[in-house]
Protein backbone atom coordinates (compact mmCIF):
# COMPACT_ATOMS: atom_id res chain seq x y z
CA UNK A 1 0.00 0.00 0.00
CA UNK A 2 1.02 3.15 -0.73
CA UNK A 3 2.37 5.04 2.31
CA UNK A 4 4.64 8.22 3.73
CA UNK A 5 7.00 7.95 6.56
CA UNK A 6 8.34 11.26 8.42
CA UNK A 7 10.17 9.72 11.21
CA UNK A 8 11.03 12.91 13.22
CA UNK A 9 7.91 14.33 14.81
CA UNK A 10 9.83 17.34 15.85
CA UNK A 11 13.05 19.02 15.30
CA UNK A 12 14.52 22.19 16.15
CA UNK A 13 17.42 24.05 15.33
CA UNK A 14 19.01 27.20 15.51
CA UNK A 15 18.19 30.19 13.71
CA UNK A 16 20.66 30.36 10.71
CA UNK A 17 21.56 26.46 10.84
CA UNK A 18 21.09 24.60 8.04
CA UNK A 19 17.93 21.79 8.11
CA UNK A 20 16.98 18.56 6.83
CA UNK A 21 13.69 16.99 7.03
CA UNK A 22 13.25 13.84 6.18
CA UNK A 23 11.00 11.67 4.29
CA UNK A 24 10.61 8.38 2.34
CA UNK A 25 7.26 6.87 0.18
CA UNK A 26 6.05 3.80 -0.97
CA UNK A 27 4.74 3.76 -3.87
CA UNK A 28 4.83 1.03 -7.04
CA UNK A 29 4.90 3.29 -9.95
CA UNK A 30 7.12 6.82 -10.62
CA UNK A 31 5.77 9.24 -7.59
CA UNK A 32 4.28 12.70 -7.61
CA UNK A 33 6.30 14.39 -4.60
CA UNK A 34 5.41 17.19 -2.86
CA UNK A 35 6.08 18.74 0.62
CA UNK A 36 3.73 21.57 1.85
CA UNK A 37 3.88 23.81 5.28
CA UNK A 38 1.17 24.44 7.56
CA UNK A 39 1.57 27.37 9.75
CA UNK A 40 -0.66 27.07 13.41
CA UNK A 41 -4.67 27.57 12.08
CA UNK A 42 -3.87 27.55 8.43
CA UNK A 43 -4.02 25.46 5.31
CA UNK A 44 -1.45 24.23 3.29
CA UNK A 45 1.06 26.16 1.53
CA UNK A 46 2.97 23.66 -1.35
CA UNK A 47 7.09 24.39 -1.05
CA UNK A 48 7.71 22.34 -3.64
CA UNK A 49 7.13 19.35 -5.98
CA UNK A 50 8.74 17.00 -7.87
CA UNK A 51 6.85 15.17 -10.71
CA UNK A 52 9.69 14.39 -13.68
CA UNK A 53 12.95 15.57 -14.68
CA UNK A 54 15.96 17.06 -12.26
CA UNK A 55 15.69 14.97 -9.31
CA UNK A 56 17.08 18.40 -7.20
CA UNK A 57 13.84 20.63 -7.00
CA UNK A 58 13.63 24.48 -5.91
CA UNK A 59 10.69 25.63 -4.26
CA UNK A 60 9.68 28.57 -2.34
CA UNK A 61 11.26 30.73 0.51
CA UNK A 62 14.70 28.75 -0.15
CA UNK A 63 13.58 25.46 0.26
CA UNK A 64 14.86 22.39 -1.94
CA UNK A 65 14.40 19.01 -1.66
CA UNK A 66 16.36 16.11 -3.73
CA UNK A 67 14.23 12.88 -5.11
CA UNK A 68 16.45 9.84 -4.64
CA UNK A 69 14.85 6.53 -6.37
CA UNK A 70 16.96 4.30 -5.12
CA UNK A 71 16.63 5.41 -1.28
CA UNK A 72 12.38 6.05 -1.98
CA UNK A 73 13.12 9.55 -0.30
CA UNK A 74 12.27 13.48 -0.69
CA UNK A 75 14.52 14.76 1.90
CA UNK A 76 13.65 18.91 2.26
CA UNK A 77 16.67 20.84 2.83
CA UNK A 78 17.12 24.73 3.61
CA UNK A 79 21.07 26.04 3.80
CA UNK A 80 19.92 28.54 6.86
CA UNK A 81 16.65 28.69 8.42
CA UNK A 82 14.62 31.88 9.98
CA UNK A 83 12.30 31.93 12.98
CA UNK A 84 9.51 32.37 10.60
CA UNK A 85 10.15 28.79 9.21
CA UNK A 86 8.92 27.07 12.43
CA UNK A 87 5.68 25.40 11.36
CA UNK A 88 4.41 22.09 10.36
CA UNK A 89 5.89 20.55 7.35
CA UNK A 90 3.87 17.44 5.47
CA UNK A 91 5.71 15.64 2.52
CA UNK A 92 3.27 13.75 0.33
CA UNK A 93 2.24 11.43 -2.53
CA UNK A 94 0.42 12.10 -5.40
CA UNK A 95 -1.67 8.73 -6.63
CA UNK A 96 -1.67 8.53 -10.01
CA UNK A 97 -4.78 7.21 -11.42
CA UNK A 98 -6.28 7.23 -8.34
CA UNK A 99 -8.60 10.07 -8.78
CA UNK A 100 -5.25 12.51 -8.00
CA UNK A 101 -4.87 11.25 -4.18
CA UNK A 102 -3.04 12.75 -1.99
CA UNK A 103 -1.44 10.90 0.43
CA UNK A 104 0.10 12.62 3.68
CA UNK A 105 2.82 11.81 5.88
CA UNK A 106 2.09 12.60 9.33
CA UNK A 107 4.42 15.31 9.39
CA UNK A 108 7.39 17.16 11.44
CA UNK A 109 6.92 19.93 13.44
CA UNK A 110 9.73 22.43 13.22
CA UNK A 111 11.26 24.66 15.76
CA UNK A 112 13.71 27.35 15.89
CA UNK A 113 15.50 28.40 18.78
CA UNK A 114 17.07 32.12 18.52
CA UNK B 1 -3.85 32.15 -9.44
CA UNK B 2 -5.36 29.21 -8.71
CA UNK B 3 -6.86 30.59 -4.94
CA UNK B 4 -9.44 27.82 -2.84
CA UNK B 5 -11.09 29.93 -0.25
CA UNK B 6 -13.11 28.30 2.52
CA UNK B 7 -16.45 30.12 4.22
CA UNK B 8 -16.54 30.35 7.59
CA UNK B 9 -13.12 30.40 8.57
CA UNK B 10 -14.12 29.08 11.68
CA UNK B 11 -17.74 27.59 13.34
CA UNK B 12 -18.86 26.99 16.92
CA UNK B 13 -22.41 25.37 17.20
CA UNK B 14 -24.60 23.59 19.56
CA UNK B 15 -24.66 19.67 19.50
CA UNK B 16 -27.58 18.53 17.30
CA UNK B 17 -26.94 21.30 14.67
CA UNK B 18 -25.95 20.88 11.21
CA UNK B 19 -23.43 22.83 9.84
CA UNK B 20 -22.57 23.60 6.48
CA UNK B 21 -18.99 24.45 4.77
CA UNK B 22 -17.96 26.10 1.62
CA UNK B 23 -15.16 25.70 -0.79
CA UNK B 24 -14.63 27.90 -3.93
CA UNK B 25 -12.10 27.54 -6.77
CA UNK B 26 -11.67 31.36 -7.16
CA UNK B 27 -10.17 31.64 -10.65
CA UNK B 28 -10.39 28.06 -12.00
CA UNK B 29 -13.01 25.54 -12.87
CA UNK B 30 -12.71 22.45 -10.89
CA UNK B 31 -13.47 19.27 -11.76
CA UNK B 32 -12.72 17.44 -8.59
CA UNK B 33 -12.82 18.62 -5.05
CA UNK B 34 -11.28 16.84 -2.03
CA UNK B 35 -11.60 17.06 1.66
CA UNK B 36 -9.72 16.23 4.32
CA UNK B 37 -9.67 16.63 8.26
CA UNK B 38 -6.85 17.56 10.37
CA UNK B 39 -7.39 16.12 14.27
CA UNK B 40 -4.69 18.45 16.58
CA UNK B 41 -1.47 17.71 15.74
CA UNK B 42 -1.84 15.40 13.26
CA UNK B 43 -2.03 14.98 9.56
CA UNK B 44 -4.77 15.56 6.86
CA UNK B 45 -6.96 12.55 6.28
CA UNK B 46 -8.84 12.54 3.23
CA UNK B 47 -12.76 12.32 3.64
CA UNK B 48 -14.03 12.41 0.02
CA UNK B 49 -13.44 13.16 -3.15
CA UNK B 50 -16.18 15.33 -4.97
CA UNK B 51 -16.56 15.21 -8.40
CA UNK B 52 -18.33 18.33 -10.17
CA UNK B 53 -22.16 16.86 -10.88
CA UNK B 54 -21.78 13.63 -9.23
CA UNK B 55 -22.04 11.27 -6.05
CA UNK B 56 -18.53 12.19 -4.00
CA UNK B 57 -16.69 8.97 -3.33
CA UNK B 58 -16.35 8.62 0.56
CA UNK B 59 -13.19 7.22 2.11
CA UNK B 60 -13.67 3.49 4.35
CA UNK B 61 -14.75 4.41 7.61
CA UNK B 62 -16.46 8.02 6.73
CA UNK B 63 -20.68 8.25 7.03
CA UNK B 64 -21.65 9.29 4.15
CA UNK B 65 -25.09 10.14 5.65
CA UNK B 66 -23.35 11.96 8.62
CA UNK B 67 -20.41 14.27 5.96
CA UNK B 68 -23.22 15.51 3.32
CA UNK B 69 -20.82 16.56 0.22
CA UNK B 70 -22.54 18.27 -2.87
CA UNK B 71 -20.34 19.69 -5.73
CA UNK B 72 -23.35 21.52 -7.95
CA UNK B 73 -20.66 23.91 -9.86
CA UNK B 74 -17.59 23.62 -11.39
CA UNK B 75 -16.48 26.42 -8.40
CA UNK B 76 -18.20 25.33 -5.39
CA UNK B 77 -18.31 22.24 -3.31
CA UNK B 78 -20.02 22.16 0.28
CA UNK B 79 -19.47 19.71 3.05
CA UNK B 80 -22.27 19.71 5.71
CA UNK B 81 -21.46 17.70 8.91
CA UNK B 82 -25.26 16.80 10.27
CA UNK B 83 -26.35 16.24 13.75
CA UNK B 84 -23.06 17.60 14.66
CA UNK B 85 -21.87 16.40 17.96
CA UNK B 86 -18.43 16.94 19.89
CA UNK B 87 -16.55 14.41 18.59
CA UNK B 88 -16.74 16.24 15.06
CA UNK B 89 -15.06 18.96 16.17
CA UNK B 90 -11.84 19.02 14.00
CA UNK B 91 -10.10 21.41 11.26
CA UNK B 92 -11.82 20.55 8.09
CA UNK B 93 -9.68 21.61 4.54
CA UNK B 94 -10.79 21.10 1.22
CA UNK B 95 -9.17 21.38 -1.82
CA UNK B 96 -9.56 21.74 -5.72
CA UNK B 97 -8.05 20.25 -8.64
CA UNK B 98 -8.07 22.69 -12.25
CA UNK B 99 -10.15 21.17 -14.81
CA UNK B 100 -8.43 19.86 -18.25
CA UNK B 101 -4.81 18.99 -17.57
CA UNK B 102 -4.03 15.15 -17.24
CA UNK B 103 -2.58 15.03 -14.00
CA UNK B 104 -2.50 18.03 -11.58
CA UNK B 105 -1.66 19.06 -8.28
CA UNK B 106 -4.29 20.58 -5.58
CA UNK B 107 -4.55 23.47 -4.36
CA UNK B 108 -6.02 23.86 -0.79
CA UNK B 109 -8.09 25.92 1.19
CA UNK B 110 -7.71 27.88 4.46
CA UNK B 111 -9.24 25.71 6.25
CA UNK B 112 -12.40 25.71 8.74
CA UNK B 113 -12.19 25.23 12.10
CA UNK B 114 -15.32 23.50 13.75
CA UNK B 115 -16.28 23.43 17.66
CA UNK B 116 -18.91 21.68 18.52
CA UNK B 117 -20.37 22.14 21.86
Known amino acids: AQSVTQPDIHITVSEGASLELRCNYS??????LFWYVQSPGQGLQLLLK??????LVQGIKGFEAEFKRSQSSFNLRKPSVHWSDAAEYFC????????????FGKGTRLHILP | GAVVSQHPSRVICKSGTSVKIECRSL??????MFWYRQFPKQSLMLMAT?????????EQGVEKDKFLINHASLTLSTLTVTSAHPEDSSFYIC?????????????FGPGTRLTVL
Open chain 1, 27 to 32: YGATPY
Open chain 1, 50 to 55: YFSGDT
Open chain 2, 50 to 58: SNEGSKATY
Open chain 1, 92 to 103: AVGLMNRDDKII
Open chain 2, 27 to 32: DFQATT
Open chain 2, 95 to 107: SARERGLAWNEQF
